[in-house]
């Protein structure tokens, strides 16, 4: 059983920075792809970015693409996400998924790829 614990949301206005931090426990980290999903009020869960178990490939969703950066630490068994640039419509709860794998290059972006969730954390951005 692999516990996920986000922290690092906050208030911040557009055009401002936040870096998420995704901390694992339980678990083999290595062996797992990561992934980051937002959800706004009202609205479904949404992809934000993935890393591959070996962090070497990385995919975003199109609405973030060239803003926000996935990487990850495997010896501290902890995933970030770095949000530069951030619009009020990046405002939601964010939260990281992780998902056992045998590719080392595989990144995924769908809900159902993924076994475990951490709780959230929330980002607001004001106008």
């Known amino acids: 059983q692999v516990q996920l614990v986000e922290s690092g949301g906050g ?3 557009a055009g401002g920075s936040l870096r998420l ?13 990561m992934g ?9 869960r949404e ?3 993935a890393v591959s178990k070996g962090g070497s490939s990385t995919r975003y969703s199109d609405s ?5 950066t996935i990487s990850r630490d495997n ?8 949000m530069n640039g951030l619009k009020p419509e990046d405002t939601a709860v964010y939260s990281c998924a992780a ?3 045998a590719y080392r290059l595989t990144t995924y972006a769908g809900v159902l790829d993924y076994t475990y969730w ?9 106008s």
């Open 11 to 13: 208030l911040v206005q």
């Open 47 to 49: 992809f934000v970015g």
């Open 118 to 126: 951490g709780q959230g954390t929330q980002v607001t951005v004001s």
């Open 21 to 33: 931090s995704c901390a694992a426990s339980g678990g083999t980290f290595s062996a797992y792809a």
């Open 36 to 44: 980051w999903f937002r959800q706004a009020p009202g609205q479904e």
């Open 75 to 82: 010896a501290k068994n902890t995933v970030y996400l770095q």
């Open 64 to 68: 973030v693409k060239g803003r926000f």
């Open 99 to 101: 998902t056992r794998t």
